[in-house]
């Protein structure tokens, strides 16, 4: 009984940390123009917001990795983050603008903690058969957000005025507080634990295993959903050495995750290149800018959908294969936007979730598959900052070429998302160093 109320207290909790995210940075650029008239103050907001997620994911990723109950810093976390928020809103039109932002810089130290912070702490809820299941629920928490938020941004804003809308941003997740302080306790310390076994510590990659698989060879290596015994290319003494790089350090030196992360972060690239062009892609396609959104909310739909059905199958396909078929088909839906067409780009929007959805799915399981438990934090986090670093330079880029040529900036984001499917298969075949 109490294992059924943990895991509906980690998945509402989780919605509603990451809608209170999702809609928090559309109210406060909302906010900021409202309060100061300036988009250049609402856009420098949102920058500062996530330009400190680089530094904050591996920072944070580190103390989770090293506490007895990861559940309650990760909530202390949330109220931080929640609290900085809230001292934006408040500091609009009252504090210096460079202070303003530099809050906005701190307080994104913690915004790793709604994504690759919280999904680290899930197989500490649900292991054995039913965690790829998680997995794609899991997943679906980030698609329900990313669809409700900024609705929720923009109807708040509209119809009780945009402070409010940063105000119900900050209660959802405040709300989500308690669900991640009664998280369930590390089995070890930090770094100490068991010694790792020297039989399975070596350089040599691990064999290729489908999800199918993927119970039985858990049961042989002791469990990669708990705090597993140190595996192959990540030890406890390198942790201890270089506790903020360790995370990158494994994700480099594991052929299968470091190849599922450079996918992704490319593909998060050519996502934020595609944001970017829907202001106007709205605005010659569909008889208006405003209307562009529609786009992004055809693509979280697809994407709860075929999540989905991966949660109801979810061995449908092996999440290796899921990564890189991802990229393809995100590239595909990338060219067909180009056309401006209509119809074909609703079309590409939807084809766009269903490669991004199972993709998310996918690198969830790879990361739960690969991380060993002193260093799964980390690799959770460092892996958001980094996605979140990709989408924020796919956008800025795309907005400079946009400018010149809408077909242009998409032709380079289907390009962007075609290279992170050749990378895949062309970085890291060799044996990890």
Same mark, same amino acid.
């Given at each position: ?309 991966? %949660?109801?199958?979810?061995? $449908?396909? !092996? ?5 890189? *078929? =991802? /990229?393809?088909? &995100?590239? @595909? #839906? +990338?060219?067909?936007?180009?056309? %401006?067409?209509?119809?074909? $780009?609703? !079309? ?5 979730? *269903? =490669? /991004?959805?199972? &993709?998310? @799915? #996918? +690198? ?70």
């Amino acid at each position: 009984m109490q294992r059924r109320y943990t895991t509906v207290s980690y998945f509402v909790g989780a919605v509603s940390a990451r809608t209170g995210d999702e809609m928090s940075g559309p109210a406060m650029m909302l906010a900021g123009f409202a309060l100061t008239g300036s988009t250049a103050t609402a856009s420098s907001l949102l920058a500062g917001l996530n330009v400190a997620a680089a530094v904050g994911g591996p920072l944070l990723g580190a103390f989770l990795d090293r506490a007895s109950r990861p559940g309650r810093l990760l909530a202390c976390a949330l109220a931080a983050y929640g609290a900085g928020v809230a001292a934006i809103l408040l500091g609009l039109g009252r504090l210096p603008l460079p202070l303003t932002v530099l809050i906005a810089v701190c307080t994104g130290l913690l915004g790793p903690a709604l994504s690759g912070g919280w999904t680290a702490q899930l197989p500490r809820v649900v292991a054995g058969d039913a965690l790829p299941r998680a997995n794609a629920l899991d997943a679906m928490t980030f698609t329900t957000a990313s669809l409700a938020g900024p609705a929720l941004a923009g109807a708040a804003a509209e119809t009780l005025g945009a402070p409010t809308a940063v105000a119900l941003a900050v209660t959802l997740i405040a709300l989500a507080t308690p669900a991640a302080w009664r998280l369930p306790r590390a089995t070890h310390r930090g770094t100490s634990g068991p010694a790792p076994n020297r039989d399975r510590d070596t350089d040599a990659p691990p064999p290729r295993r489908s999800e199918r698989g993927l119970a039985a060879t858990r049961s042989r290596e002791g469990g990669v959903g708990v705090d597993s015994p140190t595996r192959a290319g990540g030890s406890a003494d390198t942790a201890r050495r270089t506790p903020l790089t360790a995370g990158l350090r494994f994700i480099v030196q594991r052929p299968a995750l470091a190849r599922a992360t450079l996918t992704s972060v490319l593909c998060c690239a050519a996502e934020g290149m595609f944001t970017a062009c829907v202001p106007l892609l709205g605005q010659h396609a569909l008889g208006g800018s405003g209307r562009g959104a529609l786009l992004l909310s055809c693509t979280a739909v697809a994407s709860l959908a075929a999540n989905s059905v991966l %949660a109801r199958r979810p061995h $449908l396909i !092996a999440p290796d294969t899921a990564i890189w *078929v =991802g /990229a393809l088909v &995100q590239a @595909t #839906a +990338l060219a067909l936007a180009a056309t %401006a067409h209509p119809v074909v $780009l609703v !079309a590409a929007a939807v084809l766009t979730g *269903v =490669g /991004a959805g199972p &993709q998310l @799915t #996918a +690198l969830f399981a790879i990361r739960h598959r690969e991380a060993p438990g002193h260093l799964r934090g980390q690799i959770f986090t460092t892996g958001a900052s980094l996605k979140i670093t990709g989408f924020a330079l796919g956008a800025a880029t795309a907005g400079v070429i946009a400018g010149h040529s809408l077909p242009a900036a998409l032709t380079v984001a289907s390009a962007t998302a075609a290279l992170a499917a050749l990378a895949y298969f062309t970085v890291w075949r060799g044996r990890p160093r």
